[in-house]
């Protein structure tokens, strides 16, 4: 079973956004939301629902993002 860095999908009131994706981006979304429906034991998320906890992490691993945040505060 794959490791996948998302967890478990947070079943927050939904913010509509509008976001134009690349076609293999998009496959690549439904995919991951299979699979992580699969390892979660849960129905497939949506995968647009994947797009702001993915952002999250990026930008929390992003170290030089931390740090200029930090030196603009």
């Not at 647009?48 to 929390?60: H, K, S």
């Amino acid at each position: 079973m794959a490791k996948l860095k998302l967890a478990t999908i947070a079943d927050d009131k939904p913010v509509k956004i509008t976001v134009e994706l690349p076609a293999p981006l998009h496959r690549d979304l439904v995919k991951y939301a299979e699979i992580l429906g699969r390892e979660t034991g849960q129905s497939s998320a949506n995968p647009t629902r994947l797009i702001v906890p993915m952002l999250e992490r990026f930008i929390a691993a992003d170290r030089g993002f931390a740090k200029a945040k930090k030196e603009e505060a």
